[in-house]
């Protein structure tokens, strides 16, 4: 018989992982703030700048949440600290949620200055780390089999 290589995550409610729960909300609020950004140095329109400070917002919010699960499992559990893909994905979305931290901030600026060009490098730069520690946290799931029901 095979034995078990499954590694249960610590954060968790009824045996379902929290952290891949919460993951897609902060990584649709920052890929939305690249796109009304981009929609705002196209237009000009004050309600683009806004749609990114209030994106950017709930993206901070959830992924402090999820960072906070995320840090749970790391810490919680030696085998998942021992996933290769682990340290990586950990720096890396801590890496992305700083940056969303200071544009959300840079976004509380006069609506010009908060998205060009800082706000808007920094939406692009978050969201080119995404799909990288995305791919990190699908290889701990489905490759690893971190926080996987038996």
């Given at each position: 018989?095979?034995?078990?290589?499954?590694?249960?995550?610590?954060?968790?409610?009824?045996?379902?992982?929290?952290?891949?729960?919460?993951?897609?909300i902060p990584i649709a609020c920052f890929i939305g703030a690249l796109?009304?950004?981009i929609a705002?140095?196209?237009?000009?329109?004050?309600?683009w700048a806004n749609f990114s400070a209030w994106l950017l917002v709930v993206?901070?919010?959830?992924?402090?949440?999820?960072?906070?699960?995320?840090?749970?499992?790391?810490?919680?559990?030696?085998r998942v600290r021992a996933q290769s893909p682990a340290w990586p994905h950990?720096?890396?979305?801590?890496?992305?949620?700083?940056?969303?931290?200071?544009?959300?901030?840079?976004?509380?600026?006069?609506?010009?200055?908060s998205v060009w060009p800082t706000g808007l490098v920094l939406s692009v730069?978050?969201?080119?780390?995404?799909?990288?520690t995305g791919w990190l946290g699908w290889a701990m799931v489905y490759r690893h089999g971190v926080g996987v029901a038996r």
């Open positions: 018989m095979q034995e078990d290589v499954r590694v249960r995550t610590t954060a968790q409610i009824a045996g379902h992982p929290i952290h891949p729960m919460l993951v897609p796109l009304t950004d705002y140095v196209v237009s000009a329109e004050i309600m993206g901070v919010i959830f992924g402090v949440l999820a960072a906070i699960a995320g840090l749970t499992d790391f810490l919680g559990n030696r950990l720096i890396g979305n801590a890496v992305a949620l700083i940056l969303a931290i200071v544009n959300a901030l840079i976004h509380t600026r006069d609506a010009w200055t730069i978050t969201v080119l780390i995404l799909p990288v």
